[in-house]
């Protein structure tokens, strides 16, 4: 079953405007972490933001947010103010359980959204 | 700098041929993972390491093998490589929890 689910394969935005890319996740475990990570074209992976399940405050950083919605399982990354410099591959990810299980060293993906930032 | 390096960074091969992806990270993390990163499919854990000579398998553990002998290297090894491991692959470290840290990233062709 797929449990991290991100619906939009592609996504525009005009520079300077906000964009929100959507993710939707699957979990029975209580414990779980949510992650944001972007991968520009040169291909690294890096990291942006990071939800824990039982933070009541939505994380941000800088222009980063996530607008966690635990009852709806969703964890929807905004960008404020979009650069040029925002283009890129962004993917949703989950940590189940903890660290007995395993879980703090496996993440699910989803399949990723592509941002293009137009000037 | 904290970080994790892969290589080699790009590599072309033929089937069959066997072939080890290094890692090495020098955070003193404990947790290391490999994954593959195909299109459409994001990225998906090949086998990960808990420990010094504890490994498991990850979603698609077949047709590679990993070693952790030391805490600081976890490499990825492909006995008999064929072209449906034509991919990109990552290496990625945790101390666990918040954060993993990736490697850069290994494009790895296999004709």
């Given at each position: ?75 929807n990354l905004v ?41 | ?105 290994t494009r790895l062709?296999?004709?």
């Open positions: 079953a797929q449990k991290i689910t991100q619906t939009q394969p592609g996504m525009f935005v005009q520079e300077k405007e906000a964009v929100t890319l959507d993710c939707t996740y699957d979990t029975s475990d209580q414990s779980y972490g949510l992650f944001w990570y972007k991968q520009p074209s040169s291909g690294e992976m890096i990291f942006l933001i990071y939800q824990g399940s039982y933070d009541e405050q939505n994380a941000t950083e800088g222009r980063y947010s996530l607008n966690f919605q635990k009852a709806r399982k969703s964890a960008i404020s103010a979009s650069q040029l410099g925002d283009s890129a591959m962004y993917f949703c990810a989950m940590r189940e359980g903890g660290v007995f299980s395993g879980g703090y060293n496996k993440l699910i993906f989803g399949a990723g959204t592509r941002l293009a930032v137009h000037p | 700098e904290a970080q994790v390096t892969q290589n080699p960074r790009y590599l072309i091969t033929v089937t069959g041929k066997k072939l080890t992806v290094t890692c090495s990270q020098n955070m003193n993390h404990e947790y290391m993972s490999w994954y593959r990163q195909d299109p459409g499919l994001g990225l998906r854990q090949i086998y990960y390491s808990m420990n010094v000579e504890v490994t498991d398998k990850g979603d698609v553990p077949e047709g590679y093998k990993v070693s952790r002998k030391e805490k600081r290297n976890f490499p990825l090894i492909l006995e008999s490589p064929s072209p449906n491991q034509t991919s990109l692959y990552f290496c990625a470290s945790s101390l666990g929890g918040d954060e993993q840290f990736f490697g850069p990233g062709t296999v004709l």
